[in-house]
């Protein structure tokens, strides 16, 4: 069965870090491209961060130079390390895998082309 858990969500004040991490079984984690995305209350569910299998990696404009994703795929897990958290980052954040390829100029920021999702893991950030 696929499973892909998050974990390290909780309450920060404005400037500090948190690292969040998902843990994948029940596939070939090392085949998957994997992303973060976040999805507030009422709006729809946007891309934070993603890797594709051949290491690339692809950023929201809003986060770019503060948060950086990363996999171990020797641990099947991914993270996303995130700092000089603002109060906009604020959300439901969810882990991704999907089997589908990417090429250069190619984003992989789109939650359509994902297979599996976690059950995603609560980020506060106070002002």
């Known amino acids: 069965q696929v499973q892909l858990v998050e974990s390290g969500g909780g309450s920060v004040q404005a400037g500090g870090s948190l690292r969040l991490s998902c843990a994948a079984s029940?596939?070939?984690?090392?085949?998957?491209?994997m992303g973060w995305f976040r999805q507030a209350s009422g709006e729809e569910r946007e891309g934070v961060a993603c890797?594709?299998?051949?290491?690339?990696?692809g950023y929201a404009e809003s986060v770019k130079g503060r948060f950086t994703i990363s996999r171990d795929n020797a641990n099947n897990t991914l993270y996303l390390q995130m700092n000089s958290l603002k109060p906009e980052d604020a959300t439901m954040y969810y882990c991704?895998?999907?089997?589908?390829?990417?090429?250069?100029?190619?984003?992989?920021?789109?939650?359509?082309?994902?297979?599996?999702w976690g059950q995603g893991t609560q980020v506060t950030v106070s002002s």
């Open positions: 991704a895998a999907s089997k589908a390829p990417w090429f250069s100029g190619v984003s992989c920021l789109s939650p359509s082309a994902y297979n599996y």
């Open positions: 029940g596939f070939t984690f090392s085949r998957y491209s």
């Open positions: 890797i594709v299998t051949y290491g690339s990696t």
